[in-house]
């Protein structure tokens, strides 16, 4: 009895974690796709983080997207320069 509810217990811890993983992968390239679709521009990762498979620290263009709220449109302004 106990060992069934003991892995009822960890599955039910893990279920929250599970959840949390999966909405950060699947908005990991959200903010790319709708600057792409709303800009009409084909930036990658690189556009706003150090490595240029993304994540991680961000470059002086990613800290001024994401204080410009993460604004879609921020890269057009910057197509002129």
Known sequence: M????SKTLYILAALP???AYSHIAETRYWYRDAVNET???AISCE???SAPE???ALNRDG???RDSGHEPTYFLS???E
């Open 17 to 19: 974690l599970l959840y």
């Open 63 to 65: 800290m001024n997207f």
């Open 54 to 56: 993304g994540g991680g």
């Open 2 to 5: 106990w060992s069934r509810f």
């Open 39 to 41: 800009s009409g521009t």
């Open 78 to 80: 910057k197509s002129g």
């Open 47 to 49: 556009a706003c983080h």
